[in-house]
């Protein structure tokens, strides 16, 4: 490992007198307004006016009949993945998933967050290899799945970094095998697709589909999600799971489990607040990226890409991708890491520790779930069959893992929407001292 500070690559450059995040909350001052208006006129609860707004407001937006406001969107996620459960293999006992026994094809370069509710439903997520165009789920995987497991019926698709996945492939392979889709838009929220020539926002594409509202997300309420969707049956159960469960006695009475997974009116003013400015975010995200894009030409790397005819991502993350031939030595344990220089080369190791060293925040691609301890056991498919036990003694080779290689090559860059352009300029001028 080296001493960038002390390394003659990085000779005359200061620390960011403040940090430079990787994406934080950018606030505007009408989140405030509504945080005082539910203090006020004291709703402060997981009812009130700012719910009722942020609901309509965004199923407006992104073209859905119905949204339902959650505490995060990992609890929109857990109850997208219970209601498909039901509908598919009906309600369970009260102590046991709705998934029991049964698998469910995720994405695998994504957050923990979009695939560990298959086992709190207790099902077996089975993790689909990535393709190289939009760094997601990969058509060509997905149906070698359904070839190994015919009789699977759900799908858990996330869209990385803000870049939509390919929606056209995935839905028809889906429809040919009568499968359920659950949308995690978390990270992609004002992303579009275009599917069969029409263009619908992400979180409208799944037949369950989920957005956050997290610290770091696009916009923000400090927390909170949403579950998106067209039908009232499956709002009004989200709305009732979310909220115990109740029933319409006097008393507290429960036919099925409840959740205390309701947004609070407070963080739904936050998020008010924020709505207007959606666009403006992914103005200043899109710039960010094209300015990396450019800053970087000249570099052995490549952006993290996205189909430009059949998408628009909301930018929410600019991502770098070293050439494999310019990758300098960089391995990773479970915990810790080890990387050295090799003039001309870099590795995200390397990298990050140097815009970490001037206080500018990135961070690994997201690791891949099959490479995840937790679920080292579970199955993992590539285009080519089964990705597991493919190593062998004798023969050089393993065959394609996708996520595995964008993990091992690429990093998520600072893609702060308030951090100017003379800061990016040094992040930009650090990346080009790394592969000195
Ligand atoms: C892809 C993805 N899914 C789900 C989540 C979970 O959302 P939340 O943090 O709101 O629970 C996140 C991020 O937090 C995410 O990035």
Not at 167 to 189: N, P, R, V
Not at 193 to 215: H, P, V
Not at 249 to 269: F, K, L, T
Not at 336 to 343: G, N, R, T, Y
């Amino acid at each position: 490992m080296i001493d960038i500070k002390n390394d003659p690559r990085f000779k005359g450059l200061e620390p960011f007198p403040s940090r430079v995040w990787l994406s934080s909350p950018t606030m505007h001052g009408d989140e405030q307004r509504w945080v005082d208006d539910a203090i006020q006129t004291n709703w402060v609860s997981t009812v009130g006016r700012n719910i009722d707004e942020i609901e309509k407001a965004i199923a407006e937006y992104v073209g859905v009949q119905y949204a339902v406001g959650l505490s995060a969107g990992t609890a929109a996620l857990h109850l997208a993945t219970k209601l498909a459960g039901e509908r598919l293999f009906g309600m369970a006992r009260p102590n046991e998933g709705t998934l029991q026994g049964k698998r469910v094809f995720c994405s695998d370069v994504t957050f923990d967050a979009s695939i560990n509710p298959v086992a709190y439903e207790d099902g077996e997520a089975v993790f689909i290899d990535t393709e190289r165009d939009t760094w997601n789920m990969d058509p060509a995987a997905l149906e070698k799945a359904f070839e190994l497991y015919p009789d699977t019926k759900l799908i858990v698709l996330a869209h990385l970094y803000g870049t939509p996945g390919k929606m056209e492939e995935i839905k028809a392979i889906a429809d040919k095998h009568g499968a359920l889709i659950i949308e995690d838009a978390a990270e992609s929220l004002g992303a579009k697709y275009r599917l069969n020539g029409k263009w619908i926002e992400t979180g409208a594409l799944g037949d369950y589909n989920c957005i956050s509202f997290n610290g770091n997300k696009i916009i923000t309420g400090s927390a909170g999600g949403m579950f998106l969707t067209d039908s009232k049956e499956d709002c009004e159960k989200v709305r009732k799971w979310s909220t115990q469960s109740r029933e319409a006695a006097p008393w507290y009475q429960h036919e099925e489990i409840g959740y205390n997974y309701r947004i609070s009116n407070i963080v739904a003013g936050v998020v008010r607040g924020q709505i207007p400015y959606l666009e403006e975010h992914i103005e200043q995200k899109k710039a960010i990226y094209e300015r990396y894009k450019e800053g970087l030409k000249d570099l052995p790397v490549s952006m993290n890409p996205f189909d430009a005819e059949k998408s628009v991502p909301n930018y929410w993350l600019s991502c770098l991708l070293i050439d494999e031939d310019a990758m300098a030595p960089h391995v990773r344990g479970e915990q810790d890491e080890l990387w050295s220089h090799i003039p001309g080369k870099s590795s995200p190791g390397e990298i990050l520790n140097a815009i970490a060293c001037f206080k500018a925040e990135g961070r690994p691609i997201w690791k891949p779930m099959h490479m995840q301890p937790i679920y080292r056991t579970h199955k993992f498919i590539t285009a080519e069959g089964n990705g597991r036990g493919r190593s062998n003694a004798y023969i050089a080779g393993t065959g394609a893992d996708v996520g595995a290689d964008i993990f091992r090559r690429g990093l998520c860059l600072p893609s702060d929407n308030k951090m100017t352009p003379e800061q990016q300029d040094i992040v930009i001028d650090i990346i080009h001292r790394c592969f000195q």
